[in-house]
Structures are given as structure tokens and as C-alpha cells.
């Protein structure tokens, strides 16, 4: 037996416990010695393991089998269903929220029927039915009118917790995008305006809408100019019928009505574009770069690094900040279709 688990078993197994209750089963609330960032880090292993009903291994995952195979690689015991889930630990209110608790929603209309684990900061991770395991959002437009209520199991240590950033941007579809910048990057389109013309050379960095048009044209979509719904890009930009069905899948998402089709985008944000265009799930061991390794994209960019997409820069980081250039979207783009 591992050192850590040693470490995480003793203590957790005291602790733990089965009470019989009258119809259901509850596990009593105990302090764990794993980390936040032990949680996260184990959480984040299986980002891209596609969705499989009565799924409990990486073969393929329901929502409450994720969680319990999570936890049990942690050391810690949690029953097989969502219902039962539900009745273990004990209550915390939503403003209460802290990372390691479990949060549940009604997405049948028939009670409690999904859960998830949530990280802080709004986010929660889960094994959705469109996505498989992803990072989304507590309050987006699914998501936040379905919850209906969260449990605590265990309580992990704040020690080394990394940080989980907010969402810039929410596609329309019942699984939202996984991961998109904090709205206080450098490189986020936001309100304020995007950054085009002479601040960066298009000629050199590939546009929002150059991506859209490459992707489309990548997975062989319609392309047809027609309205987009975005204010910034009518029906005769050369580019809406790319931009229009790239919204259509939920790929790409605006801000505020506007698609800022002049923008450029970084490295790790066309990485969780590829990874849910493209459908791609971890192949073999979880992958990080020096500077991915608590980033919001750190599961999209092992996802491109373990698919041979992305094999980094040559100093070692993957250049999570950089602006993709024209040259790098081609040979992604490239690599992609000899999948």
C-alpha cells in the first residue's frame, strides 16, 4: 500500500461509517487529510472519459459513478447512486459551498437525478451525458435553475488549493464548454472592446474568425453566410456561415451579443475549442506542462498532449497565454484530421 494511501486510509476509515437509517444510508461528515489539490488533481485525471450509463470505470462514467470512483481513489467510501449519495454527509447550504462537497440537481423533473463535485469559485465537475467528464459552471443557464442541493462528506485541507477560475463565456447547449479564462486575463475579449487592428498582426495571429472558418471547414459543416445572432458579425461578413455554425454547436460563444471576430485567441483557449469540437478524451496518463498544471485548461491541453496534437514549446511550458498564430492553428488543424 502507497505511502499516501496509508496516510489517507487511516485517519478516513476511523472516521467513516455506515448509520443504518429508516430507508436510506448516511455517512457521517469527518475531517479527510487529502488535500484540495490531491482532490482536484484526481478529479481533473479523467476530464474527456466519455459518458456511459451505469458506468463506475474509465471505461466510461454516469454521473454518480464518477464521483464515487474520484472519492474511492482518494480513500474515501461513497454509495454507488445519486440518491443514496444523497443522503450521506450532511446538508450545506449553497452560500456554504466549499471544494469536496457533493452538489445535486433535478434534470428529469423527478427529483434529485445528477450530482457532481464541486471546486469552488462557481464550478463544479461532473460526467455529463453530452460531454462526459467536464468542468462547468454551478450558476450557468442549465445548470444553476436545476440545483437543488449540495452535501458534505468530507472536508479537505485548504493546503496548496489551486485556484479554479470563473467563466468568460457560455455556449447554449445542456453541457456548457469546460473551461474559459478569468474574466481578468490580459487576453480575454470582453465589454471593454476587442484588440485588433494595429495592436495585434492578423497577417501573423489567427483571428476568432479565421479559427471558425478552419473549423468548419475541418468537420465539413455548412458554411453558408446567413445571420449569426451576434451584432458584430451581419450575414455578409465572409466569415458568418463558419462563425454561425461554430455558435450553432456551442463551440464558440460571444460576449454580450458580440463575437469580437477580429480577436485573437490563446494557445489554452483553442485547446478546450479542439477538445469539444473534435470530441477528443484522454489517451493514457494525464499530462501537464509547467505552467498548465493548475490552469483552468490544464485538462484540454493534457487531452491535445496524450492525442499527439500538441507536443508543447521549446522551452517546456505549452505557452498558455500566447496568441495561436496562423502557422500553429495549420498544423493542429492538420494533426487533427490524421486522427
Excluded at 225 to 238: L, Q
Aim: proline share 4%.
Amino acid at each position: 500500500m502507497s505511502s499516501l494511501k496509508k496516510k489517507i486510509l487511516l485517519p478516513v476509515f476511523a472516521t467513516f461509517m455506515f448509520i443504518a437509517g429508516v430507508g436510506q444510508s448516511q455517512q457521517v461528515e469527518a475531517s479527510s487529510s487529502v488535500t484540495v489539490k490531491q482532490l482536484t488533481t484526481e478529479a481533473y485525471k479523467y476530464i474527456g472519459i466519455k459518458y456511459k450509463y451505469g458506468g463506475t470505470t474509465t471505461r466510461g462514467f454516469d454521473c454518480s459513478g464518477y464521483v464515487q470512483y474520484v472519492f474511492k481513489k482518494l480513500g474515501l467510501n461513497l454509495t454507488r447512486t445519486t440518491s443514496t449519495q444523497y443522503r450521506q454527509g450532511t446538508a450545506v447550504a449553497k452560500k456554504n459551498l466549499i471544494p469536496g462537497d457533493l452538489v445535486f440537481f433535478n434534470t428529469t423533473g423527478r427529483g434529485v437525478s445528477h450530482v457532481g463535485i464541486y471546486l469552488g469559485n462557481n464550478k463544479f465537475i461532473h460526467s455529463g451525458v453530452s460531454r462526459g467528464v467536464q468542468v462547468v459552471g454551478l450558476n450557468d443557464s442549465y445548470w444553476g435553475k436545476r440545483y437543488i442541493g449540495a452535501r458534505r462528506v468530507a472536508t479537505f485541507s485548504q493546503e496548496q488549493a489551486p485556484v479554479v477560475p470563473p467563466v468568460v463565456e457560455e455556449p447554449v447547449v445542456e453541457t456548457p464548454v469546460v473551461e474559459e479564462p478569468p474574466a481578468s486575463s490580459a487576453n480575454s475579449n470582453n465589454a471593454a472592446g476587442e484588440v485588433k487592428g494595429d495592436e495585434i498582426d492578423l497577417t501573423v495571429f489567427a483571428s476568432r474568425a479565421a479559427v471558425a472558418e478552419e473549423m468548419a471547414k475541418a468537420l465539413g459543416l455548412d458554411a453558408t453566410p446567413r445571420e449569426t445572432g451576434f451584432d458584430d458579425v451581419p450575414a455578409t461578413h465572409p466569415q458568418s456561415g463558419s462563425i454561425a455554425v461554430m455558435h450553432e454547436l456551442g463551440i464558440f460563444s460571444g460576449d454580450e451579443g458580440k463575437f469580437n471576430p477580429s480577436s485573437p485567441i490563446t494557445r489554452a483557449q483553442i485547446a478546450k475549442v479542439f477538445v469539444n469540437a473534435f470530441d477528443l478524451s484522454q489517451k493514457g496518463d494525464y499530462l501537464t506542462y509547467p505552467d498548465t498544471a493548475t490552469h483552468w485548461s490544464a485538462g484540454s491541453v493534457s487531452i491535445l498532449a496524450s492525442n499527439n496534437i500538441t507536443t508543447g514549446k521549446e522551452d517546456g511550458t505549452f505557452g498558455i497565454n500566447d496568441y495561436l498564430t496562423n502557422r500553429q492553428l495549420s498544423t493542429f488543424i492538420e494533426r487533427l484530421n490524421n486522427l
